[in-house]
């Protein structure tokens, strides 16, 4: 053998151990940051959590105050995730199956919450609804309260979570195309049934990923609705402003009790959102080969 190949042999050696080097500094690295990142803190959540016993855990977890925010967490998930879910179906369809003057505003205005501060969006709220807003008098002389109360709660919700559905469908839509529909409207279906038989299969893996995402921001939300709630003990509070006023005043057990509920509900999203990216992942991989 030459010396050329010798030394294109031993080069060609030392990129593939370089590389093999590189790659297992990537891997290390990347498990480290999770360790001290992600899982490190989760250890100390439920280490505080469980320090003074169960008996202790579960009186904070049962607390009336905690139930209350648990309650109406729940509530603003389960208001503002079904909205969105009408809307993210709605404004993806649009978008993907036609063609239409303001298309693209209505894109950018989709994506609007990205780049709107949460506290900002509550304040928006508060100005518009408060006591001294643009329609607070005229909420007043209705009795009708939105800000400082759950309707406000739901709204800031709302607002925050508004893309998570329909920015997962539009690129999913827009990939999958209008041949199949086109061809249902030529057999006779008319809008409902091409929806329900052809379009929602196509898309339901996407759709339940983006319902997954939608429920994991609203349960976990804090800046725009610690804005708008006006953080009445037991009235308004959520769970993760019930776990800052815990905080605040130094119950600091209580305090990671409550959070290790949140991390439990955060924990079965992710397991969700593993699932349901999986199965989205699977179906384009099926759509390229085909």
């Known amino acids: 053998m030459s010396s050329a190949s010798l030394t294109a042999a031993s080069s060609a050696n030392a990129a593939r151990r370089g590389s093999a080097l590189g790659r297992r500094i990537l891997i290390v690295s990347a498990w480290l940051a999770f360790a001290l990142f992600l899982l490190l803190p989760l250890l100390v959540v439920l280490s505080e959590a469980l320090k003074d016993g169960l008996g202790t855990f579960f009186t904070a977890i049962f607390e009336p105050d905690a139930l209350s925010a648990l309650k109406l967490t729940l509530i603003a998930v389960f208001i503002s995730v079904p909205l969105n879910l009408v809307f993210g179906v709605a404004a993806a369809w649009c978008v993907s199956k036609y063609e239409f003057r303001g298309k693209s505003l209505l894109v950018t205005l989709i994506d609007l919450p ?85 379009t929602l299969p196509n898309i339901k ?86």
């Open 114 to 198: 990205f780049s709107v501060s949460p506290v900002i969006a509550g304040l928006i709220y508060v100005l518009l609804f408060g006591a001294q807003g643009y329609f607070g008098e005229w909420l007043q002389d209705r009795d009708i309260q939105i800000v400082f109360a759950v309707p406000g709660i739901v709204l800031a919700t709302i607002f925050v979570t508004f893309p998570f559905v329909a920015r997962e469908l539009i690129p999913l839509m827009q990939e999958q195309g209008t041949q199949e529909e086109e061809a249902a409207r030529l057999l006779g279906a008319n809008g409902w049934q091409m929806f329900w038989h052809v």
């Open 205 to 290: 893996w996407g759709l339940i990923y983006g319902v997954v995402l939608c429920t994991a921001r609203a349960m976990g939300e804090f800046g725009a609705v610690s804005v708008v709630s006006g953080h009445i003990r037991g009235v308004t509070n959520t769970l993760p402003l019930h776990v800052e006023i815990l905080y605040n005043e130094y119950n600091h057990v209580a305090a990671f009790s409550v959070a290790s509920l949140l991390l439990v509900l955060a924990l079965c999203i992710l397991l969700l959102k593993q699932w349901s990216e999986s199965r989205l992942s699977r179906l384009k991989s099926n759509a390229d080969e085909e």
